[in-house]
Each structure stands twice: as structure tokens, then as C-alpha cells.
């Protein structure tokens, strides 16, 4: 009997609990309603994914995106958060600009037009370990990662070059050194400490605090200035840069500055407690579909949900400057 009751105890310890779903993109545009709000454009064209109440200035006395938004380019159903990063463009050698395009990530349902994956991870990648985790609140948001950085900038803001699509090591801090067959990922870790009283911060950064590691590893311990463990979130997206491998040039992100530039911006925008019932459930990854415990949708509506530009510029094909011009650093 003694060994019944411990093989069961094993069985009942939750041991993975994790979310890494689709998101098609709903726009692409020159906004940020986080560093730039109201300003129509923006300084750099960004590639955003998540729920259809994107605009330019999403202030969060207007009230909870979640309930303005009407549907979501993400798997998730209640996830109307926002989600975004640069946009990566060819920068050929006879000085013209293309962007590149989006592809889709492996292990997620056939036919997401473009977008990203999206983590929400508790210890690792394979673990949720033993310790309460936080969802955000509402209104809550942050950046990680500066365009003007000339140095590598923190842990977790990484490119990977592809050989196929499943390719993640070795992971580096600027742009690859050479042509990659397979496309070019670029990787956002966030900050996973939150201070506990604050939505935001001037900065968008200094409310949370990095224990973060590279490569979805167990964080450190949070410090007691920032007490409270949130989500691990972070960020995929598979740029198809191979079309260009034969032409003389270089890649560059939007703002037309070096890797080390590489940022990314979150609106929190779950449904009520959609979030918190994920993260005290002990389901991964595809597990926590269909209702156990989070409504999800299929891809058709995933890729409906758009978000039409509020910017009248052209951003395809050769251009002679990076929509907005270049930091050119
Ligand atoms: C964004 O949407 C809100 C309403 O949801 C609206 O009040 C605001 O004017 C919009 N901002 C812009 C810049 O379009
Ligand atoms: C640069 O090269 C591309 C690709 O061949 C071409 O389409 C574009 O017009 C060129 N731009 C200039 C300024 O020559």
C-alpha cells in the first residue's frame, strides 16, 4: 500500500504547464501605442499580432482592451493582448530596401499567416516548477530591448540562423555573420519579476526586472524590489530572408540600426482570469486547447481577424529609405 500511495503522489505532481500557441499577424504599420502613443506614424514600422483593438494610442484609461477588442489573430480565444516587434528589411547594396516577410513556425497548426509564437512559460521550457505564478493585470505592459542600443543590450534578445525551420542554437546577439538557408529567427525574452504595483513605467521597462536567462532556462530568483513572478513570455518570429541569399547586401530591422537594436513591446489583453487559470493548470502547450482549461480557435479565424493600416504609405516592394528613414547607425 505504501508504494501505491507514492506512485500516485508522483502521478498527481503538476510538472508541465506551459503555453506556446500561434498568432497570425493582424497588422503591419508605423504605430506604437507604448512608446509613441498617438502618434500617427510611429518612427519604425512594426509587425504586431493579438486582438483587433490595436490603434495608436491604447491609453489605459480608455478602458480594457479585452473588452473593445472583437476578435484575435491568436490561438487562444480570450487572448486579446498585443504582441509586437521591428520589422526586418533587405538592405541591398545598391541602396534599396525590402521587407522581408514573415513565415510560419513549426509545431503550430498549418496555414497561420505569419505572426509569431508566443510563450507564456512558468520554470522552463519543460517545467513548471513549484511556485505561484502572477498573471498581469489588466492595463498592465512592458518593452524589453532599445533600438538605440550599440551593444548587446540584456539576456534573451537573440537571432538564430535557420537551417530549417527548426533550427534554435547557437543562439546570437546580432545578426548572423552569414547566409542562412532556412530564414533568420529573431527571439524575445521579457523580463519575468514584476514590482507588484505598477502597470507601466516611464521607461515601460523598470516595473519589471530581468532574472531572465537565454534560451528558455529556469530564471533566477526575483529580487525584492521586484518580489512578483510573472509569465515567462516570449517571442518567435521566422523571417524568410533566403530569397535574398544570392544579392549583395545586408539585413537590418526598421529602424535601420544593428541587431543589438532588437526590442519588443507587450499589452496585456487576456479576457478576465483567462490567463491565471492557465498558469495554475498544469497543461502544455497544445494540451491547454479546446477548453482545458482555455477556448481556443482554428486558423481560418485566426487569420480573419485583421487590423487595416491607419498609415498611407507603401511598405512593399524595393523602397528607396526605410518607411520612416534610418538611424543609420
Ligand atoms: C483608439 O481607440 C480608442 C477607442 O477604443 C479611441 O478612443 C482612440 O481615439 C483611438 N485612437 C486613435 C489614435 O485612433
Ligand atoms: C536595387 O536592386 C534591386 C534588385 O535587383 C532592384 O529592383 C532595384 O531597383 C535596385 N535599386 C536601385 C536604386 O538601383
Known sequence: MRWLALSLAALAVPSQA??????????IQRLDPLVEPG???????????????????????DGDVAEKATCTTCTFSED????????????????????????????????????MTIYYTQQDFFSN?????????????????????SSKYGVGLKFVCLQNKGTRFPEL????????????MTVHHFPSCWDGKNTDSPDHQSHMYITTKDAFQNAGPCPSS???????????????????????GQFVLSFGGKGYGTHADYLFGWKDDALQKAMDNNCMFQACENGRPLKSQGVQAMNQCQ????VAENIDGW?????????DM
Not at 18 to 27: E, K, N
Not at 53 to 58: H, L, R
Not at 98 to 104: D, F, T
Open 18 to 27: 506551459a503555453l506556446r500557441f500561434g498568432c497570425s499577424t493582424v497588422s
Open 39 to 61: 502618434k500617427v506614424p510611429s518612427a519604425h514600422l512594426h509587425q504586431i499580432v493579438g486582438g483587433n483593438a490595436f490603434n495608436a494610442s491604447m491609453d489605459p484609461a
Open 80 to 115: 486579446f493582448s498585443n504582441y509586437w516587434t521591428a520589422v526586418m528589411f533587405f538592405k541591398h547594396q545598391n541602396g534599396s530596401y525590402h521587407r522581408v516577410n514573415i513565415m510560419q513556425n513549426t509545431a503550430l497548426p498549418n496555414g497561420i499567416n505569419g505572426g
Open 129 to 149: 516548477g513549484n511556485q505561484k505564478i502572477t498573471a498581469f493585470p489588466k492595463g498592465f505592459r512592458m518593452t524589453v530591448g532599445s533600438p538605440t542600443a
Open 173 to 184: 546577439d546580432d545578426f548572423p555573420a552569414q547566409r542562412c538557408a532556412g530564414g533568420i
Open 226 to 248: 521586484h518580489p512578483v513572478r510573472v509569465p515567462q513570455v516570449a517571442y518567435e518570429t521566422l523571417w524568410d530572408t533566403a530569397k535574398f541569399n544570392q544579392m549583395p
Open 307 to 310: 487590423v487595416k493600416s491607419t
Open 319 to 327: 523602397l528607396d529609405e526605410l518607411p520612416g528613414g534610418s538611424m
